[in-house]
């Protein structure tokens, strides 16, 4: 029997054991790629987190099926004349999952905690616009702005944490709140329900409405194989409703399926190769452009990924800070010899040098990430033709995090960033920037960094973004590659079914289950 065929059945296994305890209840079962980074809010760095926080947790406003924004923890809210503060009425009778009231303070709380500076977050800059936070008795709070905030709602959608839940406004990504979170959202973490291989959530029965699913299964599972044979037993208690992403070559298994609809999914994510600026022949700008050079990017998104956008910086093209003057390098092996010649790399063997310096690179992978080997081997190849040796090295979720994000000890790795509405790069790119793994100096970066954070001028904030764009395009801390066209398969069983973008589970309390 396969090793393939092994992992479907395991799964199909778990699946129908965790199924059997609830036979009676209407649970939803999905996969994720990955295993979710944290279950606190401020830490949930990648999709899989951010798709559960949406289930767990409330933000103080939503945004509806039209676009328009309307309560969520919040009953109302009144903006000053002046867009310089706004002041919220609270929903009253509200409670956390362990039953504790929720109040003013557990607002002013969370602002305080993202504000505080040991609370080390990636969007923490988001809230850079907030002068001062005040609650106004059990159920009113005031937010003072630093300059006019147009369409403040809108800057409020970041989910609220419980003020009893820690002992301070310094909140740790270790923290055990990361296992065991406390939310007011629709559904909570059952008991026992957390572990490596899966999530299990429970109907929150005191949320104000009542989810029409019962329960919501996350299943961890790194094979897409699986996930497609899983997704095409939809129908059946082994089976999974949704997977979010369908690789492009599963695609025309279900555009006339009886049991499975594709939908479109839109995320602001983009792929990337990261250079570790602490290795010298990486810091070297002449071999960063010519492995740019060296690799096809249409080739490799064709043949591994899909459709999607080749990109030349650090936004999406749907950003407003994408810069459409600056167009995405082609392949030009010739134009890449000649920048490692000139720059003193010659060839030794299959492999350039410099003295002793090779260009030799360890290249760092989540293993989970299933397109991650098929991706390095073609990028490995096309390298190959220039001088350039990469080596892979496979670590899986909870190491390559540490690996790579933490203790940094890595020579290229490739993996992708995703956003909320909008991408936020002061955190990867500012040299103090509490994303920035990759050790990217550069005081010319820090300073447009620096005066576009100080700006309150939206138009010239966008053009001070375009201009970031140009300047990281030609100095390369990482290799921009592609944001995705993304389609999800949700099974036919599923009524009432909208995926909010950027955030998929959003309107998920309105989805219903049929037998």
Not at 31 to 45: G, H, I, Q, V, Y
Not at 85 to 102: Q, T
Not at 210 to 220: F, G, N
Not at 461 to 486: N, R
Request: hydrophobic share 40%; with cysteine.
């Amino acid at each position: 029997m396969s090793k393939r065929l092994l992992r479907v059945l395991s799964a199909f296994l778990l699946l129908t054991s965790l199924a059997s305890s609830a036979a009676a209840q209407q649970v939803f079962r999905y996969p994720e790629d990955t295993r979710p980074s944290s279950l606190l809010p401020f830490f949930a760095e990648d999709m899989s987190a951010v798709r559960m926080c949406e289930l767990i947790f409330d933000s103080l406003v939503v945004q509806n099926k039209r676009g328009d924004f309307e309560g969520g923890l919040a009953k109302s809210w009144t903006v000053d004349a002046d867009q310089g503060g706004i002041k919220f009425v609270l929903r009253e009778g509200v409670k956390w999952h362990d039953g504790e009231a929720f109040t003013a303070e557990d607002v002013v709380f969370t602002i305080q905690a993202a504000q505080d500076p040991k609370t080390l977050f990636n969007s923490k800059s988001k809230f850079n616009f907030i002068r001062e936070v005040s609650a106004q008795g059990q159920y009113g709070v005031y937010v003072a702005f630093d300059r006019p905030v147009p369409e403040a709602e809108k800057r409020f959608l970041f989910k609220i944490l419980p003020k009893h839940g820690f002992p301070d406004t310094a909140i740790s990504r270790k923290d055990k709140f990361a296992r065991e979170p406390l939310g007011t959202g629709p559904y909570k973490v059952k008991k026992g329900g957390y572990s490596l291989r899966s999530i299990a959530l429970e109907v929150n029965g005191d949320y104000w409405s009542t989810p029409k699913v019962s329960e919501v299964l996350m299943q961890h599972t790194p094979d897409k194989s699986a996930q497609i044979n899983l997704l095409q037993y939809s129908g059946g208690k082994a089976g999974v409703q949704a997977v979010i992403f369908l690789p492009p070559k599963n695609i025309p298994l279900f555009e006339n399926s009886d049991s499975v609809v594709l939908e479109p999914y839109h995320t602001v994510s983009w792929w990337y190769m990261a250079y570790n600026h602490e290795n010298k022949a990486l810091a070297d700008k002449a071999v960063r452009q010519a492995m740019a050079l060296a690799i096809d990017r249409q080739e490799l998104l064709e043949a591994h990924l899909g459709r999607g956008d080749i990109l030349s910086g650090p936004f999406t093209e749907s950003s407003p800070f994408y810069n459409f003057q600056v167009e995405p390098t082609g392949l030009e092996l010739e134009r890449a010899n000649q920048l490692l010649d000139g720059a003193g790399w010659a060839r030794k063997g299959d492999t350039r040098a410099k003295g002793k310096v090779k260009l030799d690179f360890e290249f760092v992978m989540d293993k989970e990430l299933a397109s991650n080997q098929a991706l390095f081997l073609g990028i490995q190849a096309q390298l190959k033709k220039v001088g350039i040796t990469v080596r892979p090295n496979y670590v899986d979720h909870a190491k390559y995090r540490d690996q790579v994000f933490t203790r940094r000890k890595f020579d290229l790795t490739l993996n992708i960033w995703s956003f909320e509405e909008v991408e936020d790069v002061y955190p990867l790119f500012h040299s103090k920037g509490v994303m920035n793994f990759i050790g990217y100096n550069n005081a010319d970066v820090d300073t447009m960094l620096d005066t576009a954070k100080a700006t309150k001028d939206y138009k010239k904030y966008k053009e001070q973004m375009k201009q970031l764009h140009a300047v990281l395009a030609q100095d390369l801390p990482y290799f921009f590659l592609w944001s995705l066209d993304i389609y999800s398969g949700i099974s036919k069983k599923m009524k009432g079914v909208y995926i909010q973008p950027y955030y998929y589970f959003s309107s998920f309390p309105e989805w219903e289950l049929s037998p």
